[in-house]
């Protein structure tokens, strides 16, 4: 079973800031992960899949990265509106298992 | 516009089924897997089930495989998640979202996603 970590668990940021968020597969998944954004009360917003491709539109601000166990999300010059849980998932095994991280929370204040 | 609107939520006893229901509109449903994922009060989110475009090939995460049924009518625009023997663990957000394409061009899984319907097992 894939187990996926993510880090920080919070990140507290600044308008303007940029963030990296890490998220760590307890084995190679290739390319095969995506990034959502989650918002109290909405639904999740697929930003990233394959790695680094970004969703229909993203805004360029939000970048993916990585392959086989280590990925990365980056968040150029942050908005308010950024402040969410985001989440990577895998989706490399079979029978598919889909499986998030933890999320990591970012604060943009 | 893609548009999911689930419906079918509400407070169940452990032990008890319901029976979850997801319009979709604005896509041609058949030709697209599509997936349930909950969000589990301080846990996040977690898969639960994806049936294929043509309604062949379920797969479940373990924690309801054997419990759980996804199916479609895609006649109707619908995709359904029935819930059998509940549990307290089981008490979340219910998604359903647009899966990917299930032939010809690919498109990534969790494109849309609807606004979700509250499911509670509690006595």
């Known amino acids: 079973e894939i187990v996926m970590a993510q880090s920080p668990a919070t990140l507290s940021v600044s308008p303007g800031d940029r963030a990296t968020l890490s998220c760590r597969a307890s084995?190679?998944?290739?390319?095969?992960l995506a990034w959502f954004q989650h918002k109290p009360g909405r639904a999740p917003r697929l930003l990233i899949y394959?790695?680094?491709t970004r969703a229909t539109g993203i805004p360029a601000r939000f970048s993916g990265s990585g392959s086989g166990t280590d990925f990365t999300l980056t968040i150029s010059s942050l908005q308010s509106e950024d402040s969410a849980l985001y989440y990577c998932?895998?989706?490399?095994?079979?029978?598919?298992?889909?499986?998030f991280g933890p999320g990591t929370r970012v604060d943009v204040k | 516009e893609v548009r999911l609107v689930e419906s079918g939520g509400g407070v169940i006893q452990p032990g008890g089924s319901l029976r979850l229901s997801c319009v979709a509109s604005?896509?041609?449903?058949?030709?697209?897997?599509m997936h349930w994922v909950r969000q589990i009060p301080g846990k996040g989110l977690q898969w639960v089930s994806v049936i294929s475009w043509d309604g062949g090939s379920p797969h479940y995460a373990k924690s309801v495989k054997g419990r759980f049924t996804v199916s479609r009518d895609n006649n109707r625009n619908s995709l359904y998640l029935q819930m059998d023997t509940l549990s307290a663990e089981d008490t979340g957000l219910y998604y359903c979202?647009?899966?990917?394409?299930?032939?010809?061009?690919?498109?990534?899984?969790?494109?849309?996603w609807g606004q979700g319907t509250l499911v509670t097992v509690s006595s």
């Open positions: 084995q190679s998944i290739s390319n095969n």
């Open positions: 394959d790695a680094s």
């Open positions: 979202a647009k899966g990917g394409r299930g032939f010809g061009e690919v498109t990534p899984d969790f494109d849309s």
């Open positions: 604005g896509f041609t449903l058949e030709d697209f897997n």
């Open positions: 998932q895998q989706s490399h095994d079979w029978p598919p298992t889909f499986t």
